[in-house]
C-alpha cells in the first residue's frame, strides 16, 4: 500500500450484485475509474476507492450488500482515504437512508447517473462530504450510452438497448427503481456493436428488462424486430443473444425476424412466471397461458431447433393447491429446456407484498422441489437427445471446477464440458461432440 502511494497510483475495487444490465453498468463505472486515472486493485484492501454495484430484486441481495460494507468499515478503519459508493437499484430503492444507516458509505448514485461518477469523485476528494444523486432523468440514459466500458472479454459484450420498465408485476420493484422505458436509437446500439465487431467481438447479449418492449417509447412504429433486421448488417459479429423477453409483448413479427437471422441465436428465454390465469392476472402479467402456448408454437414453427427457457414463481400470495399443480402441468406440457424457479419474496413498496393469503415457508419449498424435480427431469430428457451429436461452440475458457477442462456453448445456450487441448484460446469457434448429458451440463470432445 506505502509502495502505491509514493508513486501516487491509485486503484478501484467494483462489486457486482444482480443482473446482466447491472453487470454491463459495472464495465461502464470501470471505465470512468479508469478515465480518471484508477487501476483495477487485485484485492479490496488494495483499493482507494471501492463501488458496490447493487441489486434490490429480492431481500437476501441487500442483506449481502449490508453484510459486505461492514467488511468495508474495518477497510476504512485503516485507511480513512479509501471512498466507499454505492450505486444500482438498492442505492436508488434506498437514497439518502443508505448513508444514515451506514454513515461510512461517501456517495450514493442510481442506475441514471453513472456518467456523473467523474464529477462525483472528483468533489468528493475535494470536500469529503456525502453524495446523494438517485433523481430520475430520461435524458441522462443517452449520457450513459456513450460511456466507455471496461469489458471483462474480449470476445463476449452487453450491450443495452434500453432502461426501464412499465409493466408494473406485482411483485416486482424494477419500476420503481430502473423507471420508465427509455429506448436507445438503433443508430446508437448499431454504432456501438459496429466498433466491438472492429475489436474482435463474436458474441454480443442485447440487454433490458423487456427487449420486447425496445422502440415503443418512439410512438413510430420501432420494435425489436426493426433492430435485429439492422444489427444483421453489421460484419464480424457471430451470434446475438438477448434477455429479457416478456410475452405481453412479443409479436409474430419479432418471432419471424429473429428466425429470419443467421445471426440471432437458437435460444429464447420467455418467462411464464406461472401456469394459472388467476396467479397470471394477480400478477398483472398481461397475458394469459393461453396466449403464452400461442407464442410458444409459433417459435417452434419458425425455430424448430430452438432452446426455451423460463422463470417460475411459486408460492405468490393466494397460491392454492390446484394453481400450483396447473405449472406443474404446463412444464410438462411445453417442455423447457430449463427453467430458473424462485420463492416469492415480498418486496416492501409493491402490491403484492400487501396482499392477503401470503403462503407459509414449509408450503413454498414444498412446491419449490416439485417443481424443481418435474423440470430436471425434463432437462435431462431433452439434453440426453444431444449425446452423439455434435454442435458448433464457442470456447469461453476453462470451469471453475476443473482448469484441465475448457467449456463453450452452442447456439442454443447448452454448455459442452471438454478436456483441454494444446493451442485452443477464448473466442475460438469449433465444433463439439456431446458423449454424457446431465441435467445442467454436457461433457463432450472437440473435433
Known amino acids: ?48 476507492i471501492v463501488i458496490m454495484n447493487t441489486c434490490s430484486v429480492r431481500q437476501n441481495a441487500e442483506e449481502k450488500v449490508y453484510g459486505k460494507i461492514g467488511e468495508i468499515k474495518k477497510l476504512k478503519d485503516k485507511n480513512p482515504r479509501m471512498l466507499l459508493g454505492i450505486a444500482g437499484c438498492m442505492a436508488q430503492e434506498n437514497k439518502g437512508k443508505l448513508i444514515e444507516r451506514m454513515p461510512i458509505i461517501d456517495f450514493v448514485i442510481g442506475p441514471y447517473h453513472i456518467h456523473d461518477l467523474k464529477d462525483i469523485i472528483s468533489r468528493e476528494n475535494a470536500r469529503g462530504g456525502h453524495i446523494v444523486k438517485t433523481e430520475r432523468n430520461p435524458h441522462s440514459v443517452r449520457d450513459y450510452s456513450e460511456l466507455r466500458s471496461v469489458r471483462k472479454s474480449r470476445v463476449f459484450a452487453w450491450i443495452p438497448i434500453m432502461q426501464g420498465c412499465n409493466k408494473f408485476c406485482t411483485y416486482c420493484i424494477v419500476p420503481y427503481v430502473r423507471g420508465r422505458e427509455i429506448s436507445r436509437t438503433i443508430d446508437d446500439i448499431c454504432r456501438e456493436i459496429k466498433g466491438l465487431a472492429e475489436t474482435g467481438y463474436k458474441e454480443i447479449t442485447l440487454l433490458g428488462q423487456n427487449v420486447n418492449s425496445y422502440g415503443l417509447d418512439f410512438r413510430n412504429g420501432t420494435n425489436f424486430g426493426d433492430l ?23 409479436t409474430f ?27 397470471l392476472k394477480q400478477m398483472n402479467r398481461g397475458y394469459t397461458i393461453e396466449h403464452f402456448k400461442e407464442l410458444v408454437n409459433y417459435v417452434r414453427q419458425k425455430m424448430p431447433d430452438v432452446a426455451l427457457t423460463t422463470d417460475l414463481i411459486t408460492g405468490f400470495p393466494g397460491e392454492t393447491e390446484e394453481m400450483h399443480q396447473e405449472t406443474i402441468k404446463l412444464l410438462k406440457e411445453v417442455r423447457f429446456d430449463s427453467a430458473y424457479t424462485f420463492i416469492y419474496s415480498p418486496r416492501t413498496g409493491t402490491p403484492a407484498a400487501r396482499m392477503e393469503n401470503q403462503i407459509d415457508d414449509e408450503t413454498k419449498h414444498r412446491r ?59 473466442g475460438d469457434t469449433r465444433m463439439a461432440k456431446v458423449d454424457t448429458a446431465q441435467t445442467w451440463v454436457l461433457k463432450g470432445e472437440l473435433l
Not at 435485429?228 to 412479443?250: C, F, L, N, Q
Not at 416439485?370 to 435431462?380: A, G, K, R, V, Y
Request: a negative charge.
Open 1 to 48: 500500500m506505502e509502495e502505491k502511494r509514493l508513486t501516487d497510483e491509485k486503484y478501484y475495487y467494483t462489486i457486482t450484485y444482480g443482473c446482466q444490465m447491472n453487470e454491463n453498468d459495472t464495465e461502464r463505472i470501470n471505465g470512468q475509474l479508469e478515465d480518471l486515472g484508477y487501476k483495477p486493485a487485485e484485492n479490496m484492501e488494495d483499493a482507494d
Open 228 to 250: 435485429i433486421r439492422a444489427i444483421d448488417k453489421i460484419d464480424g459479429i457471430e451470434r446475438v443473444r438477448y434477455m429479457t423477453s416478456h410475452p405481453r409483448d412479443m
Open 253 to 279: 413479427d419479432m418471432i419471424d425476424a429473429m428466425a429470419a437471422s443467421p445471426k440471432v441465436v437458437r435460444h429464447m428465454h420467455l418467462p411464464v412466471q406461472h401456469g394459472s390465469n388467476e396467479m
Open 368 to 426: 419449490l422441489q416439485e417443481l424443481m424435480d418435474t423440470q430436471n427431469e425434463i432437462s435431462l430428457e431433452l439434453n440426453r437427445g444431444m449425446e452423439g451429436k455434435n454442435y458448433e461452440i464457442i470456447i469461453e475458457g476453462p470451469s471453475k471446477q476443473d482448469v484441465n477442462h475448457w467449456f463453450g456453448r452452442t447456439s442454443t445456450n447448452k454448455m459442452i464440458l471438454f478436456p483441454y487441448e494444446e493451442g485452443i484460446k477464448v
